[in-house]
Nanobody, 115 residues
Framework: QVQLVESGGGLVQAGGSLRLSCAASGSIFRITTMGWYRQAPGNLRELVATITSGGVTNYADSVKGRFTISRDNAKNLVYLQMNSLEPEDTAVYYC?????????WGKGTLVTVSS
């Protein structure tokens, strides 16, 4: 059984920073690809960043150079460091664990960026 719990969201002014964390249960964490997705009101859920078990990262063009995804396999944690935040980054951010054809999701954490 896999459970994902996000934390670290909140209200921040434009130009500020936040770090999101995702704690994962289950023994498969270290062999899975982890990701962060977001969904703004009225929009579809979109990819923000992913990181493979080997540490290879991928970012949406809109966050490249501003966001950094990382993971700590010893602690079953994945992080999203978000810098230079913009109002357009306002969304609910979801942690994702992808393992073969399976996808697991957290309940999300709200990030609000004020202008």
């Amino acid at each position: 059984q896999v459970q994902l719990v996000e934390s670290g969201g909140g209200l921040v002014q434009a130009g500020g920073s936040l770090r999101l964390s995702c704690a994962a249960s289950g023994s498969i964490f270290r062999i899975t690809t982890m990701g962060w997705y977001r969904q703004a009101p009225g929009n579809l859920r979109e990819l923000v960043a992913t990181i493979t078990s080997g540490g290879v990262t991928n970012y949406a063009d809109s966050v490249k150079g501003r966001f950094t995804i990382s993971r700590d396999n010893a602690k079953n944690l994945v992080y999203l460091q978000m810098n230079s935040l913009e109002p357009e980054d306002t969304a609910v951010y979801y942690c994702n664990l992808h393992f073969y054809s399976l996808d697991y999701w957290g309940k999300g954490t709200l990030v609000t960026v004020s202008s």
